[in-house]
């Protein structure tokens, strides 16, 4: 069985719940199928016919949850920069140290998914004015709050005596490379990677005795 057979059995377009509900279900199955398609294909390889098609619906029906491609892309960077901002360490007892490693857990976990490889894959051109601005403004944020941890952790011990910005860039450029090789079922599994990548970064960023 294919794996375009696969989603279309999941396909959510049978079902028969209230229609607020209905319309939720299929527009986020829509979201998983462009998603899939962008990471695999690349945006501009990838086609609304292309998506449609792996839902089990038509060009039209498709048309009903995203106006044209251009806002499905953004959608689906926007849901990967939601998901690596959610869950942000909150206990201002913890290290930066620990606060930086737990963010990273999850940005790793994010960053392997087909949302966070779009995310990361995209360029300014790929995306209309609002959407870009939105996307840069999220990337910013992720960018702060890592020279945030940095800088605390440095002056409470944990991290070592370190340019932040410089080190928030290594960081980050690390991370975000993970989604142009890794893929979902082939090698380690994402729990494997965000561990192998958390404990390498973090031994680089841990003072010296």
């Known amino acids: ?31 998983h199928a462009a998603a899939q398609a962008f990471s695999e294909n690349g945006y501009y390889k990838t086609s609304l016919d292309d998506i449609a098609l792996r839902l089990g619906i038509t060009k039209p029906t498709l048309y009903y949850y995203a106006k044209n491609k251009e806002d499905l892309i953004a959608a689906v ?19 930066g140290y620990d606060q930086l490693r737990a963010f990273l857990h999850n940005y790793v976990g994010v960053a392997a998914t087909d949302f966070g490889r ?12 609002v959407a870009g601005a939105h996307i840069r403004e999220g990337k910013g944020l992720i960018d702060k709050k890592i020279r945030g941890w940095i800088v605390i952790g440095i002056a409470d011990g944990s991290i070592a005596d370190c340019d932040a910005k410089l080190t928030a860039f290594m960081i980050a450029g690390a991370i975000n490379g993970i989604g142009r090789w ?13 561990a192998i990548y958390i404990n390498q970064l973090g031994l680089g960023l841990l003072p010296r005795h």
Do not use: F, I, Q
């Not at 779009?118 to 995306?127: E, I, K, R, V």
């Open 1 to 31: 069985m294919s794996a375009m057979t696969k989603v279309a059995k999941k396909s959510p377009w049978a079902t028969s719940k209230d229609r607020a509900a209905e319309r939720e279900e299929k527009r986020e199955a829509v979201l």
């Open 77 to 95: 960077a926007a849901r990967g920069l939601d998901r690596m901002l959610a869950n942000l360490p909150t206990d201002p007892r913890a290290s």
């Open 118 to 129: 779009c995310l990361m894959l995209l360029t300014d051109s790929d995306l209309g004015e």
């Open 182 to 194: 890794y893929r979902e079922g082939v090698g380690l599994d994402v729990a494997s990677v965000a």
